[in-house]
């Protein structure tokens, strides 16, 4: 059997014009340069003793006029928003190893830290107390507050001391500070004679941060897990 010279072959293909490559598909859609051809070729062949209705022409073009408008303005918004994703994402990158307070019970004791915190009250009180469990759920403080005015009501405690609205308690856990490790803040309110348990923030350590496809800037919290930054309610 004799055989085939490849190169033979591709010479005969080459001179029948064939190609073995599929062709890309044409489009069939109309762009603004060719529209605009389109229109001058029939302005410059049209009988000048009976124009042609122009009218359908000039409308298109507005529209191709607007189509291209609202595209340049959709790329110039994304091109802004991503420079804006991009910074949001490098001013939260700042806040790693910072502190911040979100709304939460437990918070962590860091060795020579302080826990800060803070509480609303609707209305003024004539006795607050705070009371403070250890990850094992057992009381280990109960430290009585005594009467705060309505508002904001600020607290720092060290495992030792605590502090209300820059004011230093007697109150003492002792000697030495309580160890280190994950404690839960209770804060009551007597009003209208009942005692109310009160929202509590407390501050927790930025290990992390995230950004999100959709752009959402979580905060990945010491003790506390992701958070999203519309939470936060202090940057300490």
């Known amino acids: 059997m004799s055989q085939v010279n490849n190169n033979t072959t591709g010479n005969v293909l080459s001179n029948l014009n064939i190609n073995n490559q599929p062709k890309e598909p044409k489009s069939n859609e109309l762009g603004q340069t060719a529209f605009l051809e389109l229109m001058i070729t029939q302005l410059n062949n049209q009988d000048p003793l009976s124009p042609q209705e122009n009218t359908e022409f000039i409308a298109q073009l507005a529209q191709f ?23 949001q994402a490098l001013q939260a990158s ?34 607050m107390k705070i009371s403070i469990y250890d990850s094992k759920g057992a009381l280990v403080a109960n430290i009585p507050v005594g009467g705060m005015p309505a508002g904001e009501v600020s607290f720092r405690w060290d495992g030792q001391y605590m ?4 004011e230093l308690l007697s109150w003492s856990a002792g000697e030495k500070p309580l160890p280190v490790g994950e404690y839960t803040f209770e804060v009551y309110a007597t009003q209208d004679g009942k005692a109310e348990q009160l ?7 930025v290990n992390s941060v995230t950004l999100g496809a959709d752009g959402v800037i979580t905060l990945n919290l010491a003790g506390l897990g992701p958070v999203n930054i519309g939470d936060v309610k202090q940057f300490n």
């Open 65 to 87: 006029s607007s189509v291209e408008g609202l595209e340049r303005l959709n790329k110039n918004f994304n091109n802004f928003s991503s420079s804006f994703m991009s910074n």
């Open 94 to 127: 700042s806040l790693v190893g910072r502190s911040v307070t979100v709304p939460a019970e437990t918070a962590r004791l860091t060795a020579g830290g302080i826990v800060s915190g803070s509480v609303d009250l609707a209305a003024a009180t004539g006795d």
């Open 163 to 166: 502090e209300v609205n820059g």
């Open 199 to 205: 929202e509590t923030a407390l501050s927790a350590n």
